[in-house]
């Protein structure tokens, strides 16, 4: 049950939180499913919330990165008049880009709200006992690593509850060559997701996909719609759809907790 | 007395030539835009102390990090030694200090400016092999090639030959350790000093008032060509990669202080957005309406910051190994960014300094020095940001000239001009409808 702020907010109630889905959430059938989870998860440990809906713009991220500040602060205004209008107080989105920018970049511009990050608000239901795994849910034995979000890592130094929501799992937890602080970019980052790469040896995505081969690990787990998007094919170009499984924290609790 | 005089002269010469080149720089840096970065006093101490002083971020690689600490130490701490100097030039004495601090403090001190040269020459000559011989890869891209590649050889060279000037130095005095005679003719009023490696060695090669002449001129030579090496030096490092050893405290000091992922707004496009929509609202947005010019094209386009962080690079590569785009061969790279700035806003200041403050070359720092293509390759991961050990952000700038680019000379990719029409019609940057927005909850 997904409720949309403007029906809520028309009977008068209004949510605990609101849950900002994103484009890509929104729209791509890959970061549907996370989207799906993570409203899973909301419902089940029955935390009261909203999306925007078709009320919910872009919060202008890659036209900002890419140089096109008009475009970002159209979306930005927009946004900022919808939130406000609904006295929006908190955030929270499985979005890195869509999170660096609401919690660090709206507020110069009148936009003021507590957002977090799905991977924390994650961490933070397990941590107060709310998210239990259910009996065989458990990932024990599993190899799994994490690929650091640019945005939600180095932008924002989040580096730890994504990791401390896997560690629920119990899942064998390795990491990559390149990890937290200096993680390898998916390559999606600053608009790039949005056009083809510049000439180069390989593609970003691939070389990354490389990393998780290397590591024998079984899952690669995101927390970034972006970073999926580009993972799903960079590990197709690698041919090792077979041997990798890729998964938002968001799934692979939604398909563990009781 | 003729010493004194050369001395002086010497000094004079080297100190004036040394302030001229700091004053053009700082004139330089101010070139750049307006940007207060003198909030919270406290956190910026902390951060000079951590980041230059503590260089934290150089122990990410604890060996090269200890060996970088030697040289830095090295050269640091034996200037306090290049004050003795520097006062027995003027005054015309010799190790004026021995007799003031007495024997054993001067022995001790003697000491440890000794280990730490040693220590230098040490780190020296690793850093030359990583550079010339294993050939360590950042040491190797193609914006390295030529005066990059020889301005670090020069410093360490450099280095090594005045500490062996140095040790030199001290084995012609401490000679006299071994036989208290031997020196009275040129310093017969001074105490003799203990030097951990110099008193050693001249006892070992038996250096006695036999070839005290000799020795003499050794000393003297040795003195003379290091204190004139230290003005070179000082001279040469306006010019060099070699800046960050002074420019690194100022830029740890005044690093921008928000998360690394928050982007600088631009009010003035702000204001321009929100009056076309609430035109009453007006009076939130003070202050005259300045002709817009779009981020940056050229490097006074560019934030003062930017300008020091391009002065302070130690061209060390750790911002371009780092980068995504550069480590799957594209041309981007972060350090080639921050060289490009210094070496556009030296020419421009050449200009200023020969033609006025008015002329224009027609060259800008976008197209004549960082091409589009390199822009374009950007992912805005940070990793450079994260990678610099004097905090630089080469991103700034990139991020920067990415909206003159985009928005002074719409000069867009068609995929982006396409994500920009998505994103204006349909707030996406995809070709959606907004209405689908919640299709997902029904599927």
């Known amino acids: 049950m997904v409720k949309i702020m403007s029906e809520m907010f028309a009977a008068g109630e209004s949510p605990e939180i609101l849950f900002w889905v994103g484009c890509a959430g929104s729209f791509d059938q890959r970061v549907q499913r996370i989207t799906k989870s993570f409203a899973e998860i909301l419902n089940k440990v029955g935390v009261s919330f909203a999306i925007l809906g078709s009320e919910e713009a872009c919060t202008g991220d890659p036209a900002r990165r890419a140089g096109n500040e008009f475009v970002f602060q159209m979306l930005a205004y927009q946004n900022i008049q919808t939130l406000n209008n609904y006295n929006i107080k908190k955030i929270v989105t499985t979005c890195p880009h869509c999170f660096n920018t609401l919690k660090n ?86 608009a790039q997701m949005f056009k083809e790469d510049e000439p180069g040896d390989k593609r970003i995505n691939v ?28 590990v197709k170009q690698k041919n090792a759809e077979a041997q990798i499984e890729l998964k938002d924290i968001a799934e692979l609790i939604a398909e563990r907790m009781s | ?66 060996l970088h600490l030697f040289v830095y130490v090295g050269f640091v701490i034996i200037n306090i030694e290049i004050l003795e100097i520097f006062l027995d030039g003027i005054l015309g004495t010799h190790r004026l200090f021995a007799p003031i601090l007495g024997f054993t403090l001067y022995s001790i001190l003697i000491s440890c400016f000794e280990i730490l040269a040693v220590l230098v020459i040490i780190g020296c000559v690793i850093f030359l092999i990583r550079r010339n011989i ?97 003005f070179a030096f000082l001279n040469y490092l306006p010019y060099s990669k070699h800046l960050h050893i002074i420019l690194a405290f100022p830029n740890s000091f005044f690093a921008r202080l928000n998360v690394i992922g928050q982007m600088e707004n631009m009010p003035l496009i702000q204001k321009e957005v929100v009056l076309s929509f609430q035109p009453e609202r007006a009076a939130e947005f003070p202050g005259d309406d300045a002709p817009m010019k779009f981020g940056a094209k050229d490097v006074k386009d560019l934030s003062w910051k930017s300008l020091m962080d391009a002065y302070s690079c130690s061209e060390c590569g750790r911002c371009t190994a780092a980068c995504p785009a550069n480590q799957t061969g594209k041309k981007l790279s972060p350090r080639k960014i921050m060289m490009d700035t210094r070496d556009r806003l030296e020419e421009v200041g050449n200009n200023i300094d020969k033609h006025g403050m008015d002329f224009t070359d027609n060259k800008t720092l976008l197209g004549d020095y960082v091409s589009v293509e390199e822009l374009r390759a950007c992912t805005t991961c940070n990793a450079c940001v994260e990678q610099c050990p004097i905090l630089i952000s080469p991103l700034n700038i990139i991020l920067e000239l990415r909206r003159s680019l985009v928005m002074e000379d719409s000069n867009v990719p068609n995929e982006w001009a396409m994500m920009f029409g998505n994103m204006e019609n349909n707030q996406a940057p995809w070709k959606f409808s907004n209405e689908d927005r919640a299709n997902w909850i029904k599927e």
């Open chain 1, 105 to 190: 970049e709206y507020s110069a511009l009148g936009g003021n709200y507590e957002v977090s990050h799905h991977s924390t608000f994650l961490q933070e239901l397990i941590d107060a006992g709310k998210i239990k795994i259910k009996e065989g849910g458990s990932m024990k034995g599993k190899k799994i690593t994490f690929h650091d979000s640019c945005y939600l890592g180095r932008a924002n130094n989040i580096y730890e509850a994504p990791r401390k929501v896997l560690e629920a799992l119990d899942a064998d937890l390795v990491e990559m060559k390149s990890c937290r602080s200096n993680g390898l970019c998916c390559g999606a980052g600053g």
């Open chain 2, 1 to 66: 007395m003729i010493q004194q005089i050369l001395f002086v002269l010497l000094a004079g010469v080297a100190i004036y030539f040394f302030t001229k080149k700091v004053m053009s720089i700082c004139r330089n840096i101010l070139l750049g835009k307006d940007e207060p970065l003198n909030d919270q006093p406290k956190l910026r101490w902390r951060n000079m102390f951590i980041f230059a002083l503590g260089q934290k971020k150089m122990f990410n690689n604890p060996l090269v990090a200890v």
């Open chain 2, 134 to 230: 294993t050939k360590v890869n950042r040491f190797t891209k193609p914006e390295l090639k030529g005066f990059p590649f020889r301005d670090a050889n020069y410093i360490l060279i450099t280095e090594i030959v005045l500490m062996t000037l140095f040790l030199i130095m001290n084995i012609c005095d401490s000679s006299n350790f071994t036989n208290d005679t031997i020196y009275e003719h040129f310093h017969s009023s001074h105490k003799i000093f203990f030097g951990i490696f110099s008193s050693p060695i001249s006892i070992l090669f038996k250096l006695d008032s036999t070839n005290n002449i000799t020795l003499e001129i050794i000393e003297r030579t040795c003195w003379w060509l290091h204190i004139a090496g230290i």
């Open chain 1, 207 to 234: 070389a990354r996909a490389e990393e998780a081969i290397e590591t024998g690990a079984s899952t690669v787990s995101a927390a970034c719609p972006f970073c999926m998007i580009m993972w799903e094919d960079g």
